[in-house]
Nanobody, 125 residues
């Protein structure tokens, strides 16, 4: 199983940028698709972006497409989320997760495991 630790969150003004990092331990990291989810206060955890094992295929939630970029570096066991043009509605705790099956382009939480502790992103207006 992969263990995950997120970092890089913080407070930023609307229009600003942040880069989140997800550090993974475990030998299976490089063979698994990975994803970012987020959870705003009082709301369900939602899919943000995902990336296949090699980094060659990515997909995004409609709400972040064109503003966020997911990437990974398998040599460092790291995954990233570059967030630009941030909006107050992007405020949430962001989690990284490891996919447990081969379902393509999935956005379902049940297809992922090894959730990290999350990192808080707050965007002020």
């Amino acid at each position: 199983q992969v263990q995950l630790v997120e970092s890089g969150g913080g407070l930023v003004q609307a229009g600003g940028s942040l880069r989140l990092s997800c550090a993974a331990s475990g030998r299976t990291f490089s063979s698994r698709p990975m994803a970012w989810f987020r959870q705003a206060p009082g709301k369900e955890r939602d899919f943000v972006a995902a990336i296949n094992w090699s980094g060659g295929i990515t997909y995004y939630a409609t709400s972040v497409k064109g503003r966020f970029t997911i990437s990974r570096d398998n040599t460092k066991n790291m995954m990233y989320l570059q967030m630009n043009s941030l909006k107050p509605e992007d405020t949430a705790v962001y989690y990284c997760a490891s996919q447990i099956n081969s379902r393509p382009n999935t956005q379902y939480m049940s297809d992922f495991e090894s959730w990290g502790q999350g990192t808080q992103v707050t965007v002020s207006s």
